[in-house]
């Protein structure tokens, strides 16, 4: 049984920094991509970042580019992402999820499993 069990959301300034975790189970992590997805309100889902899992590779999506860092810690089955420079536009639900392509940042069709979102609110 696949798990993607997301945690460190919550409310934070503009400007300001949170450490999103991703503890995974059930899948071969070699053979997947693990990243990020985030939904506003009245928005479609969209990608933010993945790391592939054989090779620790990143990506990106252009909107946090240099201000997310995407990393991964096989020995704990985690995938964190590190979100500084945070701005109000970055409020959003943020989802794990889990692919066969690193691709997947630009096409949330390829998703195999998704967690169960936690929410990101910049505000002051």
């Known amino acids: 049984q696949v798990q993607l069990v997301e945690s460190g959301g919550g409310l934070v300034q503009p400007g300001g920094s949170l450490r999103l975790s991703c503890a995974f189970s059930g899948i071969t992590v070699d053979y997947y991509a693990i990243g990020w997805f985030r939904q506003a309100p009245g928005k479609e889902r969209e990608g933010v970042s993945c790391i592939a899992g054989f090779d620790g590779t990143p990506y990106y999506t252009d909107s946090v580019k240099g201000r997310f860092t995407i990393s991964i810690d096989n020995a704990k089955n985690t995938v964190y992402l590190q979100m500084n420079s945070l701005k109000p536009e970055d409020t959003a639900v943020y989802y794990c999820?889990?692919?066969?392509?690193?691709?997947?940042?630009?096409?949330?069709?390829?998703?195999?499993?998704w967690g169960q979102g936690t929410q990101v609110t910049v505000s002051s």
């Open positions: 999820a889990a692919a066969l392509h690193t691709t997947v940042v630009a096409a949330p069709h390829q998703v195999e499993y």
